[in-house]
């Protein structure tokens, strides 16, 4: 594998469901985001970490719990979510969180349905 | 008022045309800039990264940055049919760390 896998792809589940997403990285990159990606919207960051520390949580609802237990892999933790959280997920990695311009590069994405 | 203006499209162009495509901000400290193109059922791509103003060229596509009309472009020579996907420019303050994405505009090219 190369790049940054992510799975499952595709994801259906109940607003009573718990499920995770995985991400992983192949590049040996220290920093690890989670985007949201919906229809006719901006792409939106939800979490960054950086060497395994969590940096920036951008006002994501409490339903959704990120884990990084180490700097190629990270989790996306879902429960009682709502139908409007129905969207692309993406995860991206870079070398480092500087702040000065890091590419960033990103998974397939998980597409979740939430019904 | 959004950081970032991207015209959503579609846009359809026929195989050979010269595509425009562009971006506002209203944030004059920007810094530095970016173009990922995303196909179907794809993440996003690093398309082309420019820093400031100016012009940069990689094969057919150029980047323009006009940072005093707080504009950017992706101009596309030559389009192909395999260029037909959504273009999301993006954009990181010095001091930041956090990209801020356009909304994306998708481009189908005919052939």
Redesign the interface.
Known sequence: ETG?T?TPRHLVMGMTNKKSLKCEQHLGHNAMYWYKQSA????E?MF?YNFKEQ??NNSVPSRFSPECPNSSHLFLHLHTLQPEDSALY?C?SSQA?????????????TRLLVL | Q?E?E?D?GPLSVPEGAIVSLNCTYSNSAF??F?W?RQYS??????LM?T?SSGNKEDGRFTAQVDKSSKYISLFIRDSQPSDSATY?C?M?L???????????TQLTVNP
Request: glycine fraction near 14%; proline fraction near 9%; charge should be positive.
């Open positions: 940054v992510q006719k919207k901006p792409l960051l960054v940096t920036e993406l991206a969180q500087t702040g000065v311009g890091e590419t960033q590069y990103f998974g397939p994405g | 959004k970032v991207q959503p810094q530095y970016m990922y059922r794809k993440g996003p791509e690093l990264y820093y999301l993006a990181y010095p001091s930041g760390s956090r990209l801020t994405f356009g909304e994306g």
